[in-house]
C-alpha cells in the first residue's frame, strides 16, 4: 500500500510542479522511477517485466529519433530540439511510466495523453505562449495518475483488456 500512496503522492507533485512553474526537479523523477520499477517487480518476476520494458524502450526510442529526423529535415539543422519543443521532463515522465506499463498500454497512453494535451491547449489561452509551452509531464501525471489508481484500486483491469484488444 504504501507503494501505491508514495506514487500517486509524486504524480501529484510532478502535475503541480509542471503546472506552476513548467519545469520539474529530477529528483521527483527518479523517485517515480525507483518505486514504479520497485513496484513493478514485486509483483511479477523480472523475465515477465522485460520485454515490455524493451519494447517500450524500443517504441520511445524510435519516436524520439523520428522527432529528430523531422525537425532536422524541417529547420535544415540539428538544432536544440529538446529544450525548445520538447523539454526534457516531459521524455524523463515517459521513460518513468515504461517501467510500468505493459507495451500496449503504453502505446496507446503516449496517443491518448498527446491528444487530450493538445485538446487541452487548444481550450486553455495560458498554454498557448509559445515561450512557456504546454506542461506535458504534468497533464500525463494527472493521466496516468487515473490510469495507476483505476488499476490498483481493480476497477479495471488492463491487462485484460490489452490481451482482448489484441486477440
Known amino acids: 500500500m504504501w507503494w501505491t500512496i508514495s506514487i500517486v503522492v509524486l504524480l501529484i507533485g510532478i ?7 513548467r519545469a520539474v526537479s529530477i529528483v521527483l523523477f527518479l523517485l517515480l522511477a525507483i518505486l514504479l520499477l520497485g513496484l513493478k517487480l514485486t509483483e511479477n518476476y523480472w523475465q515477465d517485466s522485460y520485454p515490455d520494458i524493451l519494447a517500450n524502450i524500443l517504441f520511445l526510442t524510435f519516436q524520439m529519433g523520428g522527432i ?7 529547420e535544415g539543422q540539428w538544432g ?3 529544450d525548445r519543443k520538447l523539454g526534457w521532463g516531459d521524455i524523463a515522465f515517459l ?3 515504461l517501467l510500468y506499463m505493459p507495451f500496449l498500454n503504453f502505446f496507446l497512453f503516449h496517443i491518448v495523453s498527446l491528444i487530450t494535451a493538445l485538446l487541452i491547449a487548444m481550450v486553455n489561452k495560458n ?3 509559445p515561450q512557456k509551452g504546454i506542461p506535458l509531464a504534468g497533464c500525463q501525471a494527472l493521466l496516468f495518475l487515473a490510469y495507476f489508481t483505476s ?4 476497477w479495471i483491469d488492463w491487462t485484460a ?7
Do not use: H, P, T, V
Open 15 to 21: 502535475a503541480y510542479q509542471d503546472f506552476k512553474q
Open 68 to 74: 529528430l529526423i523531422y525537425f532536422r529535415i524541417k
Open 80 to 82: 536544440q530540439i529538446m
Open 95 to 97: 521513460l518513468c511510466i
Open 127 to 129: 498554454w498557448r505562449d
Open 151 to 154: 488499476e490498483r484500486m481493480n
Open 161 to 167: 483488456i490489452g490481451r482482448s484488444f489484441m486477440a
